[in-house]
């Protein structure tokens, strides 16, 4: 008999329903223009919704002083702090959707550099989440990797004292690994595991899921760092793994001969699309 199984964790985390639910409450709130900077969150479907209400994605701080003044959100990945002190300089009202998760990390970054610590982020240095943690110490004390290789390659005095953290979204597997190698330098270590917990369970249970099925469907954002760390995740336990982004994306005749099939989604993908996902495979089925 054929099967769907869906990540009971699938979909929106707490972080992006949040930011979403934010830039819809200001919809018709004001007679003012309602700007994001940069994407609320990584999911194209969700950001063209909000564009067609009205909302405009901003990138610079430079594009926003030529427009007229509204209301920016902030989005779910955060900003720098002096990207959010010159908002409110501007003359905007600044709404902040960073992620609770998110801004904690911003507070230790704050606090271990203020104390003199190395501080080394785990994470991609072009994600805007990492971007926006960077942006809260100084850039002296500050160094980010992503690999072993360039774990090894860290260098500081014995007597350094070593704050680690992390992207929220990190495969929290390979977080373990880099600390690991870090921890064998002999410095005076602090941890501080940020990978959020809605991040590993559905790690852990995508995982799960697909040593248990025959073809594994991810659905997410071509942007989402969360759905890219997912689907790598899925391909290592299910060779027959599919990145989409909706429906339209998947070729339902690949399914034909399978039996078994699991679904699971980034963080930044809305209930409505993987329901749809859901539906049409089963229709195949």
């Given at each position: 008999?054929?099967?769907?199984?869906?990540?009971?964790?699938?979909?929106?985390?707490?972080?992006?329903?949040?930011?979403?639910?934010?830039?819809?409450?200001q919809?018709?709130?004001?007679?003012?223009?309602?700007?994001?900077?940069?994407?609320?969150?990584?999911?194209?479907?969700?950001?063209?919704?909000?564009?067609?209400?009205?909302?405009?994605?901003?990138?610079?701080?430079?594009?926003?002083?030529?427009?007229?003044?509204?209301?920016?959100?902030?989005?779910?990945?955060?900003?720098?702090?002096?990207?959010?002190?010159?908002?409110?300089?501007?003359?905007?009202q600044?709404?902040?959707?960073?992620?609770?998760?998110?801004?904690?990390?911003?507070?230790?970054?704050?606090?271990?550099?203020?104390k003199?610590?190395?501080?080394?982020?785990?994470?991609?240095?072009?994600?805007?989440?990492?971007e926006?943690?960077?942006?809260?110490?100084?850039?002296?004390q500050?160094?980010?990797?992503?690999?072993?290789?360039?774990?090894?390659?860290?260098?500081?005095?014995?007597?350094?004292?070593?704050?680690?953290?992390?992207?929220?979204?990190?495969?929290?597997?390979k977080?373990?690994?880099?600390?690991?190698?870090?921890?064998?330098?002999?410095?005076?270590i602090?941890?501080?595991?940020?990978?959020?917990?809605?991040?590993?369970?559905?790690?852990?249970?995508?995982?799960?899921?697909?040593?248990?099925?025959?073809?594994?469907?991810?659905?997410?954002?071509?942007?989402?760092s969360?759905?890219?760390?997912?689907?790598?995740?899925?391909?290592?336990?299910?060779?027959?793994?599919?990145?989409?982004?909706t429906?339209?994306?998947?070729?339902?005749?690949?399914?034909?001969?399978?039996?078994?099939?699991?679904?699971?989604?980034?963080?930044?993908?809305?209930?409505?699309?993987?329901?749809?996902?859901?539906?049409?495979?089963?229709?195949?089925?």
């Amino acid at each position: 008999m054929k099967t769907v199984k869906i990540a009971k964790s699938a979909g929106f985390c707490f972080g992006v329903k949040r930011a979403v639910d934010m830039v819809y409450h200001q919809i018709g709130k004001k007679d003012l223009p309602i700007y994001t900077y940069g994407p609320i969150i990584h999911n194209e479907e969700v950001v063209k919704d909000l564009q067609e209400k009205g909302v405009r994605v901003i990138d610079s701080l430079d594009q926003l002083r030529d427009l007229p003044k509204g209301i920016v959100v902030i989005r779910s990945h955060g900003v720098d702090r002096k990207t959010n002190q010159t908002l409110e300089q501007e003359g905007f009202q600044v709404v902040d959707a960073t992620c609770p998760f998110v801004l904690k990390i911003h507070r230790y970054v704050e606090e271990y550099c203020r104390k003199g610590y190395q501080i080394i982020i785990v994470g991609n240095p072009n994600h805007p989440e990492v971007e926006g943690i960077r942006g809260w110490g100084n850039p002296e004390q500050i160094t980010v990797i992503s690999t072993s290789q360039e774990a090894e390659k860290i260098n500081f005095s014995k007597d350094q004292k070593v704050c680690i953290v992390s992207q929220t979204t990190f495969n929290y597997k390979k977080f373990q690994d880099l600390v690991e190698i870090l921890e064998e330098k002999g410095y005076d270590i602090i941890v501080l595991n940020t990978i959020c917990n809605a991040t590993e369970e559905r790690q852990t249970q995508s995982r799960a899921l697909a040593k248990e099925v025959d073809a594994m469907i991810v659905i997410g954002g071509s942007n989402s760092s969360n759905t890219q760390k997912l689907f790598e995740i899925c391909k290592e336990e299910c060779e027959n793994t599919y990145y989409i982004q909706t429906i339209a994306d998947l070729d339902l005749q690949k399914l034909e001969s399978i039996d078994n099939v699991g679904i699971t989604a980034g963080a930044s993908t809305p209930n409505n699309i993987i329901e749809e996902v859901q539906t049409n495979v089963r229709k195949q089925f």
